[in-house]
């Protein structure tokens, strides 16, 4: 058995202030039950510290929030991307993908996902990976999915959507590390005589 890669372990994390990003400071504030104060320490049952309710006792766990994304690839063999149009990462190329609804399914949320990025219809046949960002506070599920139907357009998400041959990987232009890790396993899993060196390089506030 190999042992799985994690890439995001090998990142520093920066930005954390009381177990958290800093970014996510305003809504630690206060008490999503009652509106009270939450203060950042021990408590009682609890192997870490937390943010309490200094007025009702209710503890505010912080976790990271699930991104659901596809690599979708064309009959032959093409790897489809967007140049996205929206934060983060505006103008930088990703995969299609978000973040998951209460009310769906993984498969079902990265299939919306794609559809709204790229009007394009998909059927995830594979994990790619399953990718940690802490600083961001995500983890990212990527499938490979074969294309069924739609047609590849631009959206109000997307500047552009295209695809790309293996060599047409816009590395450089990646704009999250966790598209970086999956378009990189994807493109081991079809293309292993590729070696790392041509395959991208992590920017670490990605
Ligand atoms: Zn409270």
Same mark, same amino acid.
């Given at each position: 058995?190999?042992? @799985? &890669? &994690? *890439? ?13 990003? #800093?970014?996510?400071? *305003?809504? @630690? ?7 009270? !104060?939450?203060?950042?320490?021990? %408590? ?15 503890? !505010?766990? $912080? ?6 994304? =596809?690599?979708?690839?064309?009959? &032959?063999g093409r790897l489809v991307l967007i140049r996205r ?27 919306? +996902? !794609?559809? #709204? #990025? =790229?009007?394009? $219809?998909?059927? *995830? !046949? ?13 983890? $990212?599920?990527?499938? +490979? ?10 959206? *109000?998400?997307?500047? +552009?959507?295209?695809?790309?041959? %293996? ?17 990189? &396993? ?9 070696? %790392?060196?041509?395959?991208? +390089?992590?920017? $670490?506030?990605?």
């Amino acid at each position: 058995m190999t042992r @799985l &890669d &994690d *890439p995001g372990a090998r990142l520093p994390v920066r930005g954390f202030a009381q177990g958290a990003p #800093e970014w996510l400071a *305003p809504v @630690l504030r206060n008490c999503s039950r009652c509106g009270g !104060t939450l203060v950042y320490g021990p %408590v009682e049952g609890e192997d870490r510290k937390r943010h309490r309710c200094a007025d009702c006792g209710c503890v !505010t766990y $912080v976790n990271p929030r699930l991104v659901v994304t =596809t690599l979708p690839v064309t009959a &032959d063999g093409r790897l489809v991307l967007i140049r996205r149009a929206i934060p983060p990462g505006i103008g930088t190329w990703a995969q299609p993908g978000g973040f998951l609804e209460a009310d769906e399914t993984v498969v079902q949320g990265a299939v919306r +996902e !794609t559809l #709204e #990025e =790229t009007c394009l $219809v998909v059927e *995830p !046949t594979q994990i790619v990976g399953i990718y940690s960002r802490p600083q961001a506070a995500v983890v $990212v599920i990527a499938y +490979e999915a074969a294309i069924v139907g739609g047609e590849m357009r631009p959206t *109000p998400e997307s500047l +552009e959507v295209r695809d790309f041959s %293996v060599e047409e990987i816009p590395w450089d232009g990646l704009g999250f590390n966790t598209t970086l890790w999956a378009v990189r &396993d994807w493109v081991r899993s079809v293309r292993p005589d590729l070696t %790392v060196d041509a395959l991208g +390089e992590e920017q $670490v506030d990605h």
